[in-house]
C-alpha cells in the first residue's frame, strides 16, 4: 500500500509541477518529501506522548504474535482470541505510522527495508527480538540517510530520496533473487 501511495504522491508532484511556478514549485516539493531536519518540537512532543505509551501497549502482544504467525486456525488453538487481537495490532500499527508520517512526511520504502533487513540479520521468526532489531536498523539507516544528506549531498537532497532510492534498488534485489529461486 505505502509503494502505491508514494507512486500516486511522486504522479501527482509531476503534475503540479508542469501546472506551477517553478520557484512555487521548489517550495512546494521542499514540504511534500519527508525531512527529519524540519521536525516541529511541539508536534515532537505531542506525538512522542502519543507513540511511546502506543509502543508500551503493543509490547505486550509480543508473544501473541509469535502464535498469529502460525496461522488464524493454530493462533486459536493456542488460546489466542484472534479477531480482537488482529484488531488491536492494526490499531496500534495505524497509530504509530500515523504519528511517524505526521512527524516527519511519507517515506516510501523504509519499512520493506527495515523488516527485511531485520529477518536478514536475525534469522528468527519470534517477534521480540525482529521488533528490537527492526527498531535499531530503522534508526541506523534513518541516521545514516541524514548524514549522506548533510555532509555528503550538502543538503541538496531530502532524506526521503535517499531512502527510496536504496529501498527502490533493495527492492528490486529482492524481486530478482526470487526471480531466481524458481
Given at each position: 500500500?505505502?509503494?502505491v501511495m508514494g507512486t500516486l504522491f511522486g504522479s501527482l508532484t509531476?503534475?503540479?509541477?508542469?501546472?506551477?511556478?517553478?520557484?512555487?514549485?521548489?517550495?512546494?516539493?521542499?514540504?511534500?518529501?519527508?525531512?527529519?531536519?524540519?521536525?516541529?518540537?511541539?508536534?515532537?512532543?505531542?506525538?512522542?506522548?502519543?507513540?511511546?505509551?502506543?509502543?508500551?501497549?503493543?509490547?505486550?502482544?509480543?508473544?501473541?504474535?509469535?502464535?498469529?504467525?502460525?496461522?488464524?486456525?493454530?493462533?486459536?488453538?493456542?488460546?489466542?482470541?484472534?479477531?480482537?487481537?488482529?484488531?488491536?495490532?492494526?490499531?496500534?500499527?495505524?497509530?504509530?505510522?500515523?504519528?511517524?508520517?505526521?512527524?516527519?512526511?511519507?517515506?516510501?520504502?523504509?519499512?520493506?527495508?527495515?523488516?527485511?533487513?531485520?529477518?536478514?540479520?536475525?534469522?528468527?521468526?519470534?517477534?521480540?527480538?525482529l521488533i528490537a532489531a527492526a527498531v535499531a536498523v530503522g534508526v541506523v539507516f534513518l541516521v545514516g540517510a541524514q548524514l549522506i544528506?548533510?555532509?555528503?549531498?550538502?543538503?541538496?537532497?531530502?532524506?526521503?530520496?535517499?531512502?527510496?532510492?536504496?529501498?527502490?534498488?533493495?527492492?528490486?534485489?529482492?524481486?530478482?533473487?526470487?526471480?531466481?529461486?524458481?
Amino acid at each position: 500500500m505505502g509503494i502505491v501511495m508514494g507512486t500516486l504522491f511522486g504522479s501527482l508532484t509531476t503534475f503540479l509541477q508542469v501546472l506551477i511556478d517553478p520557484n512555487e514549485y521548489a517550495g512546494l516539493q521542499s514540504r511534500l518529501f519527508a525531512s527529519v531536519s524540519r521536525v516541529n518540537a511541539d508536534l515532537l512532543l505531542l506525538g512522542g506522548g502519543l507513540m511511546i505509551p502506543t509502543m508500551l501497549y503493543g509490547l505486550r502482544y509480543v508473544r501473541t504474535l509469535d502464535a498469529i504467525a502460525l496461522g488464524r486456525d493454530h493462533a486459536i488453538n493456542l488460546g489466542v482470541d484472534y479477531g480482537p487481537v488482529l484488531r488491536r495490532m492494526l490499531i496500534i500499527v495505524a497509530v504509530l505510522m500515523a504519528a511517524a508520517t505526521a512527524l516527519v512526511g511519507p517515506i516510501t520504502f523504509l519499512g520493506l527495508l527495515v523488516a527485511n533487513i531485520s529477518y536478514h540479520l536475525l534469522d528468527t521468526y519470534r517477534r521480540g527480538p525482529l521488533i528490537a532489531a527492526a527498531v535499531a536498523v530503522g534508526v541506523v539507516f534513518l541516521v545514516g540517510a541524514q548524514l549522506i544528506m548533510e555532509r555528503v549531498l550538502a543538503y541538496s537532497t531530502p532524506v526521503s530520496v535517499i531512502v527510496n532510492f536504496v529501498g527502490g534498488m533493495y527492492f528490486l534485489y529482492l524481486v530478482l533473487k526470487e526471480r531466481t529461486a524458481w
